[in-house]
């Protein structure tokens, strides 16, 4: 199990709260929030996410990363440019 602020990560049963509310995640963007969580503030690039959350050999681009960033911060009823993911302008992504 995971916290991060108001966000609890249950990896054991697949399931994500935010304020105690649940929230309703696909598999990428919730293997996506592991790696987040993992390390709050660490600042994950595009291909790190990608080795990270892709199986090997899998032909994803950095683009489909920022398309699964916008469905996680959708889920979590985030607007841009706040908490919790935020964007590292030519870098990637970092949870808080």
């Known amino acids: ?3 991060f602020d108001d966000i609890l990560l249950e990896i054991e049963c697949l399931r994500v709260r935010r304020a105690g509310r649940l ?3 696909g598999s990428i963007e919730f293997v996506m ?3 987040l969580i993992e390390a709050p503030g660490k600042v994950w690039t595009r291909a790190a996410l990608i ?3 892709w199986d090997r050999g899998a032909n994803v681009d950095a683009r489909t990363v920022d398309v699964h960033v916008a469905r996680l911060r959708k889920a979590f009823g985030q607007t841009d440019k706040t908490y919790p993911i935020r964007t590292v302008h030519g870098v990637g992504y970092a949870l808080g």
């Open 33 to 35: 929030l592991v790696a």
């Open 1 to 3: 199990m995971f916290e």
């Open 23 to 25: 929230v309703h995640l």
């Open 51 to 53: 080795d990270r959350v």
